[in-house]
Structures are given as structure tokens and as C-alpha cells.
């Protein structure tokens, strides 16, 4: 079963208005969410690495809301009435940060980025990593780290899997 999704009025709007400050990655899925493709089709369509983690973002900050179920036999039924929960990127930021998982995403992020860029590529990623002091601040970087991992070959092959394991952590 496939979770199909549709612009909220806010999307509607920042296609027009532009003000929502999306990255055009962000935007093109945007674009291609119209209520009627499952997000599979979708990730068919973009080949995008990050496409669950897009839609998460973009359904956290209300650009789109779930609109109905689509079975496998291409059948849609409507979302049901009580809330289903959010295919968010991120669990909860727990109060206060727990500084021992900020250090574990921060050593995570600089050895991925030395391992599958190169021991002095993307070093401005690493210091903001770094200088994070909330759980928040530090996931500023995610999405920087992970579109700088997928440019590599192995690192798009295994995406998914480090993707993950930093959002165990992050």
C-alpha cells in the first residue's frame, strides 16, 4: 500500500509566492505531489536518493498532507479519518540535547563525509556539525551531509542504509 500525498493551501501558495526558501530539490518534489501519484511512483519519476526524507520535510513544515492510500492493484482509498502519523525525518529533539548522540551524529557525519568525499571535502559541513549546540542546530546539516554523500557512487548505493543510521542519532 502506497501513501499518496497532495498540496496543502501553503503549497499552493509557494508555488507562486516562492517565499517558503525550499531548495529546488524540495521544489520539483513539490511540483510532482498532485494527489493522484503514490510516493513510490513518485521515486520512479524523480530517481531521487532522498525522496523519503524530502517529503517529510515537506510535510512537516504543511507544504502537503496525505490524501489517500493507494492499494497495490492501483486502487485509491481515500486517507482514513483519524490522524495517520507523519512520515517525518526526525523522531522528537529530546530536552535537554543529549550530548552523547550530538557527539555520535557529529564523529558520524565527519567519518561518512572523509570515508565517501575525501578527508578535506565539505570541512564547512563538518564545522557546523560541530558547532551545533541543540539537536535542532546540528539537523540544519543533514540534509547538506546527505546530498554531498549521494554525489559519490558508493555513497548513492548506500544512502538509504546512512541515512538511517544518522537519523538513529540526529
Known amino acids: 500500500m502506497g501513501v499518496v500525498f497532495a498540496k496543502t493551501t501553503k503549497g499552493q501558495e ?3 509566492a516562492k517565499t517558503g526558501g525550499l531548495t529546488p530539490r524540495q521544489r520539483r518534489v513539490l511540483i510532482m505531489v498532485d494527489g493522484r501519484r503514490s510516493v513510490d ?14 517529503i517529510g520535510l515537506l510535510e512537516e513544515a504543511g507544504f502537503i498532507e496525505i490524501a489517500a492510500l493507494k492499494d497495490a492493484d492501483g486502487t485509491t482509498q481515500p486517507a482514513p479519518a483519524g490522524p495517520l502519523p507523519p512520515i517525518t525525518a526526525f523522531r522528537p529533539a529530546p530536552e535537554p540535547p543529549d550530548a552523547q548522540e550530538m557527539q555520535l551524529a557529529r564523529n558520524f557525519i565527519q567519518n561518512t563525509l572523509k570515508t565517501f568525499c575525501g578527508p578535506f571535502a565539505h570541512l564547512h559541513i563538518v564545522e557546523a556539525a560541530y ?3 541543540t539537536h535542532d542546530e546540528l539537523r540544519l546539516q543533514f540534509d547538506p551531509w546527505f546530498h554531498a554523500v549521494v554525489q559519490t557512487r558508493e555513497g548513492r548505493r548506500r544512502a538509504e542504509e546512512l541515512r538511517t543510521m544518522l537519523l538513529k542519532v540526529i
Open 14 to 16: 509557494e508555488l507562486t
Open 41 to 54: 511512483e513518485l521515486r520512479e519519476m524523480l530517481q531521487a536518493d532522498d525522496l523519503q526524507h524530502t
Open 131 to 133: 558547532a551545533a549546540k
